[in-house]
């Protein structure tokens, strides 16, 4: 049970984040919201990195499980998700961009 509701808890902490970036309110993010939630991310993991459009195309193209060029909030959760369980975690993460002082 505890199970559940930790997720359900990360789910919606994870909610009010996204948001805070999707600007017209349309339960999807564009490009422009999407590099905006990206690059804050690299700030506050402190990752001297900003993604450009290109990037951000190339990564949309990942997290877009539909097809409908826009990014769910079921999509960037669970891309988020997963990310953390495959690089272990926020510092795991900030490696792989070059930074190894983040903590998890």
């Given at each position: 049970m505890f199970g559940k509701v930790k997720d359900f808890l990360v789910q919606r902490a994870?909610?009010?984040?996204?948001s805070r970036?999707?600007?017209d309110h349309n339960s999807a993010l564009n490009p422009d919201e999407l590099t905006s939630l990206i690059n804050d991310v690299f700030q506050l993991l402190k990752i001297p990195k900003k993604v450009s459009y290109?990037?951000?195309?190339i990564i949309g193209k990942m997290l877009d499980i539909d097809?409908?060029?826009?990014?769910s909030q079921e999509e960037c959760y669970q891309a988020c998700k997963?990310?953390?369980a495959k690089f272990g975690g926020i510092g795991?993460?900030?490696?792989?961009?070059?930074?190894?002082?983040?903590?998890s």
């Open positions: 994870f909610g009010l984040a996204f970036y999707d600007l290109f990037e951000v195309g097809g409908d060029s826009q990014i997963g990310a953390l795991g993460i900030a490696t792989l961009f070059g930074k190894t002082g983040a903590s």
